[in-house]
């Protein structure tokens, strides 16, 4: 897994190949000036215990012309369309063939969508630099403008159309169980549920923040790597299995009284899963879920490298009757 972070002064970009000669040279030599003069952001990619970077995209605000694009495109306006240019993306030569791609691909739209979220925009637009580079954004679901090598997606569709691709159809499932809180449960055999507590703008980050905290109270503690292990149970908190799709965490406290998280949920298999396993894998976190519902890897290793994902291991505290 790799920490995914904007450009700083202390990466180290002299060895980075994509096997693009432009790309290469461009974080080499252009990367920091153009940072630095907000001319855009660049995100690195690295290990945890490394500064050596393997991959890197920019953004950069865009105005797109609105000449080729559908009228639901352009949201029936005709002016230009403001949005964001994923200016430049490109993966360590080594690191090729594994899906990494895709998931630098998906950390640069949700950047840009992000960005979009703050100040505005509506689309997200790519300069494929070669064939290869615009089949490749093809195949995640970006349509090309008119006959060039420009393709675009829609900011509000972003999740859903590489999510797709990197998940598949619905492999995982999500339920608003009350205002502020969300699951996302996923698929065999992992089983893990990811509560997030739902993206919250800086007013109310105060709620957010004793969200997170009674996490902590309750025993749940910081993941710093997707790889973290989950070695024992904690005892303030229990899974309690309602029905075959329903189960419903419940945290208990010094004081006041027990909170129950309910846990709704379609998979049968969960529930068995869990009951055979006796223990439910549970992590609190902030922005990874993404808007179609799923668990977006990269948000999370993000939140993760933030310090704001905490897990459990969760242990059954009743089986249901019959
Ligand atoms: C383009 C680039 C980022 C792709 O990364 P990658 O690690 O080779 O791709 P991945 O292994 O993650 O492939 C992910 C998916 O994209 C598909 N894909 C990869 N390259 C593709 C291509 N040229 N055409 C069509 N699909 C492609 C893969 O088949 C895979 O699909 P699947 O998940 O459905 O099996 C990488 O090759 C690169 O950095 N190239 C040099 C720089 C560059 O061209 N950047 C684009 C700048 S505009």
Redesign the pocket.
Known sequence: MYVSERLNEHHVLDAFD???GP?DQWLKNDARRAQGAGMAQVYVWREPDSQVVVGYFAITPANVAPDDLSRSVRGGYSSRIPGYLIA????ARQ????????E??LDALESAAAAANLGGGRLIV?????D??F??Y???GLTPIGGTRRLFVRIDRVSETIGS?LYGERPSHTETVVTGFRWAITAPPDHTLVLQLEPIAAARRAAKDSAVGLFSVAGFTPIVLPTDALDSARAGVTCRIDSPVHLTIVIRQEAGPAIDIPVPHDSPALTTAVKADGFVRTYATTDSIGASGLIDRAMMTRDMANGVVLGARVAVATAPSG
């Open positions: 994509s096997g693009s790309l430049r993306l490109a993966i690191l090729r063939g594994q899906g990494y791609g895709s630098l691909l790519v300069d494929a630099i070669d290869n580079a089949a490749f093809r195949h995640h691709v």
